[in-house]
């Protein structure tokens, strides 16, 4: 285990100083374009808030560098959401667990009042609230949701139970009963932009068979990130 856990470091930092090495500069142009993250599953085209600056311009920076060419979406689960980011994914061997490799920081929660976990948005990853009460943010993984649509009576329910009496916005609740979405998550994990275009891959994705064991929940198949990077934001997207 020793021999493993440094293996994976060395990989953590290996990514960190590949990300040195290219200009990670953000400008003002980039915040204004879009993210395509292409897939072995499919496109999807990301747009990230201004609501979030710190989120929105490391995920940015990442991207300008590389850091999330070739990574695996290591955690899949259908009707709640996918997950990426991990260094250790890159070249990762089959049945290897997944899930705790980053770039040695965290970014501060930039909780916003218009952000909220409907279907297809971009959320950053984060270590539980037992060892990170503050809720900061991985500086690398990050989740897309899926979740599932919702009935009032599920939304009344999760409001008394899950959420502790604690009440759902009306204005969230007609997307969640539409669209669908995470409810719970909201106000715990940053919401940072959303899939604009793509939103297909998404259920492609959180569709495929994945392990249940010791690799719990990693895509028995690699689903992989085979390129991110920014792109020229059209004003209509379909």
């Keep these: 285990m020793k021999k ?3 293996f994976l470091s060395a990989l953590c930092i290996a990514a960190i100083c590949f990300a040195q090495k290219k200009d990670s500069t953000v400008t003002k142009k980039d915040r204004k374009k879009d993210v395509l993250m292409q897939t072995t599953m499919g496109d999807m085209i990301i747009r990230l808030s201004d609501s979030t600056p710190l989120h929105r311009d490391n995920f940015l ?6 850091f999330y060419d070739s990574l695996l979406f290591h955690r899949v689960m259908k009707g709640f959401m996918i997950q990426g980011g991990d260094p250790n994914s890159k070249s990762a061997k089959a049945g290897m667990p997944l899930g705790n490799g980053d770039l040695g920081y965290t970014i501060p929660t930039e909780f916003g009042e218009t952000l909220f976990h409907k279907k297809g948005v971009i959320a950053a990853a984060r270590q539980p609230d037992n060892v990170n009460p503050t809720k900061a943010s ?9 979740g599932k649509v919702f009935t009032d009576a599920e939304l009344d329910i999760m409001e008394q139970q899950r959420l502790q009496g604690k ?13 669908g979405g995470i409810p719970h998550l909201d106000r715990n994990y940053t919401v940072y932009g959303e ?3 793509g939103l297909e891959v998404i259920d ?6 994945v392990s249940k064991g010791r ?10 990130i085979i390129k ?4 020229k934001r059209k004003k209509k997207m379909k």
Excluded: C, H, M
């Design 61 to 66: 920076k990442l991207v300008k560098v590389g």
């Design 138 to 146: 991985s500086a690398s993984q990050f989740y897309i949701a899926q």
């Design 167 to 179: 009440k759902i916005p009306e204005s969230y609740r007609t997307v969640y009963k539409t669209i």
């Design 215 to 224: 690799d719990l929940n990693r895509p028995i198949t690699d689903v992989r």
């Design 195 to 197: 899939v604009v275009n």
């Design 4 to 6: 493993v856990s440094l």
């Design 204 to 209: 492609k994705i959180a569709d495929v068979d």
């Design 228 to 231: 991110a990077k920014l792109i």
